[in-house]
């Protein structure tokens, strides 16, 4: 959550598993047959050079964009020997969880029934531990007398993985699981698949279990496995958004499906909140499979045509990429903010914003935005802005994207940030001290002009 609880494969990143070079890459998505590492399939890219136009192929980790987090990488086109198979299916063996989800729930059962004196959590190994257990983890720092209320809250009783390279998980603060969680209610969803935020998941299930009359249902699919410990295998899929895996196999994929079925008319949304610095096309990929399934369990009820409600929380400035695969989506003005997140807090100004937002298919004019946080809504646009996002006549909407009043400049026949100014050398709006990037040569990787391939916007990494 909040960058969710994975990365995955950074292009930028990814070109280190190439060796150097001046090329560039390309996700293929994942391949019928491909080769498999702890995190599940890999993914297939191909690697091009500079005048050639096909590069070779290889298979990278798709959970992981720093080698050192997963260091899984082939050739497509490689002889694998027998032995380094069998030293592969080893490896991830050896890397699978302790104990299997269903152990977890029984453990989990048995822990509950303990007196607080002997509820022990290891913070070593993330764990719940039973009294015969206690021996094993002596040296180990654990914390005493775990309470009901902190087994209802997982996120907080576990360390958010916070190595930014292998994993990017920042948990949504209470105002925005709260609004988030309103909004669904207010929108009529009485089912949400939560698909990297266990926060939202956890709240859904806290007042499930607290108010008789609260309807909302949620299913957490995560990579987080952790999670396991704490919710049954109705309640959480062992799930990598990358390549769209479930761990658990066809009954965890059967478990998601029947999650999916509108029973009674109860409406589903699925929400989620992936690490930025995945791939947005490997994401994407795996969301509308998700939607697929949805799909399937909705043909009786003639839904066709229609798309899973969504939202979907990621940076302001992947927004063109996200329309690319998903047209129909509109990004909202409102800042979702994190706990432990030293920049993407609310409140903060300017530069200093969380620039992270709600990518919605759902009617923009449906998304209410909270009035006492300075949103408005603007009867042009049919949708609410924040108080700095003004309309501009000239483009016909409100063209802010990061909460500050944007000006539009008559040349480039668009809004832009305050802080740019039009440069005759460039032709285009950039930062005052900016580097020319006049050439008549096109970026490598997309081919457009007016960048270079380092900060070209088709690369998904932060």
């Known amino acids: 959550e909040g960058g969710g609880s994975m990365a995955a494969t950074g292009e930028g990143e990814a070109q280190g598993l190439c060796g150097p070079g001046t090329g560039g890459l390309a996700l293929l998505g994942v391949a019928p047959g491909a080769p498999s590492c702890p995190h599940g399939p890999a993914l297939l890219f191909v690697k091009t050079s500079q005048g050639k136009e096909e590069g070779r192929r290889f298979y990278a980790c798709s959970a992981c964009r720093d080698r050192k987090g997963c260091n899984f990488f082939q050739w497509e086109d490689e002889k694998v020997s027998e032995t380094r198979l069998a030293a592969r299916e080893e490896h991830n063996r050896n890397h ?23 509820r022990r959590f290891c913070q070593e190994c993330q764990q719940l531990l039973l009294p015969a257990e206690w021996e094993k983890h002596s040296d180990h720092q654990f914390l005493c007398d775990i309470s009901t209320a902190q087994l209802k809250s997982p996120s907080q009783l576990l360390y958010p993985l916070e190595n930014k390279k292998t994993n990017a998980q920042y948990l949504f603060a209470d105002r925005s699981c709260q609004f988030l969680l309103d909004l669904i209610i207010d929108l009529g969803f009485r089912r949400v698949l939560s698909v990297g935020t ?33 919710y049954t295998e109705d309640e959480f899929c062992h799930y990598n958004m990358f390549n769209h895996h479930f761990f658990g196999g066809e009954a965890a994929r059967e478990t998601c499906g029947k999650f999916l079925y509108q029973d009674h008319g109860e409406r589903v949304i699925m929400v989620t909140d992936p690490p930025f610095g995945g791939l947005v096309e490997a994401l994407a990929s795996s ?59 609310h409140g903060k100004t300017g530069r200093r914003q969380s620039p992270v937002r709600i990518f919605t298919n759902l009617t923009p004019s449906m998304i209410v935005l909270p009035v006492e946080e300075g949103y408005r809504f603007c009867t042009i646009c049919q949708r609410y802005v924040s108080s700095g996002n003004q309309h501009c006549d000239i483009c016909n909407s409100c063209t802010s994207k990061d909460g500050r009043r944007w000006k539009h400049c008559i040349l480039c026949k668009k809004c832009v940030k305050p802080s740019w100014f039009h440069c005759n050398n460039c032709n285009c709006c950039a930062f005052q001290n900016h580097t020319c990037q006049k050439t008549d040569a096109g970026c490598f990787v997309c081919g457009k002009a007016g960048h270079k391939r380092s900060t070209c916007p088709s690369l998904s990494y932060t």
């Open 96 to 118: 699978q969880p302790p104990f299997t989800h269903r152990q977890n729930v029984e453990r989990y059962k048995n822990f509950v029934l303990l007196p607080l004196s002997k």
């Open 198 to 230: 266990p926060r939202l998941h956890e709240m859904i299930q806290s007042k499930a279990s607290q108010e008789e009359d609260f309807r909302v249902r949620s299913l957490l699919l995560d990579i987080d496995f952790r999670y396991s410990q704490f």
């Open 287 to 345: 969301f509308k499979k998700l939607m697929a399934m949805w799909k399937e369990t909705e043909k009786e009820e003639g839904h066709n045509n229609q798309e899973m409600p969504m939202f979907w929380i990621f940076p302001y400035f992947f927004e063109s990429r996200i329309l690319e695969f998903f047209p129909s989506f509109s990004m909202m003005d409102y800042q979702v903010d994190y706990d432990n997140h030293a920049l993407y807090k």
